[in-house]
């Protein structure tokens, strides 16, 4: 387990590096069952006739396993708390990927009405096995300053 | 089911309503156990004392969850299929909460090199039961014009 980050002791620039997670077709079609219930998430045949040519994870499937990498990877005083994040989705997840995430601080910026926080603006590559990006997000996460002695 | 709409069909100010679904504290945890695994989305005492003050969702459960109310709601020819997403959670999902998205499409731009489809942006705003916005999408939305008569 790393130790836990605080926000002075980030950098733009950081990176932070993933462990990999596989995903497969059953997966992908129980998370498009809860989710998701598109054709080209569920079945196979429907999925080929349909624009991903083939089944394909719903891009919420790819954005919470990215999460989940997250968490492992990038170790915040106070646990991950974003306030938002602009995604895309470059390519389609498919059975059977093998996926990281590559995440880099791109921006600090120190609250101005709170002194105990500020935002961190994080890129997060999610990766296939061929290093196709499957996704990118953008997200400000909250990060805390170490406490002062009292 | 309402009929299924293409590109031509589709006008800035448009407005979809869902219906609505409850989450509860035993989905909540099984979300986060699966794609969010932090104390504040997976115990509740653990959860007092963090940021939320109480057990919250993943911000990504409430983004799956509205991406099933959307795939009821918003009837594209072809299915819902996302380029991307601009996403804010200005308030925590709470155990019990209600939830219903009200979309409206923004903007409308036909592609230049592909005369069949054209990409579509529409806001999605995620509902409590008390009107509080849990969630602020806007996406960026493939759909494809009628197909000519030939």
Not at 27 to 50: G, M, N, W
Request: charged fraction near 20%; aromatic fraction near 6%; hydrophobic fraction near 40%.
């Amino acid at each position: 387990m790393p130790a836990r980050l605080y926000l002075e002791d980030l950098h733009i620039g950081d990176r932070f590096s993933s462990q990999a997670t596989t995903l497969d077709a059953a997966q992908i079609k129980a998370f498009a069952t809860q989710f998701d219930p598109q054709p080209f998430h569920l079945d196979e045949a429907a999925a080929e006739q349909s624009f991903f040519g083939g089944l394909a994870a719903s891009g919420w499937h790819t954005a919470a396993l990215t999460m989940r990498l997250l968490v492992e990877s990038v170790p915040l005083h106070g646990g991950l708390i974003g306030a938002g994040s602009e995604i895309t989705w470059p390519q389609p997840t498919r059975p059977g990927d093998q996926l990281r995430v590559e995440s880099e601080v791109l921006e600090i910026v120190p609250s101005r009405s709170r002194p105990d926080r500020g935002l961190v603006t994080c890129q997060s590559l999610t990766l296939n096995q061929n290093g196709d990006v499957v996704q990118r997000s953008v997200a400000k996460l909250l990060a805390f300053r170490r406490p002062q002695a009292s």
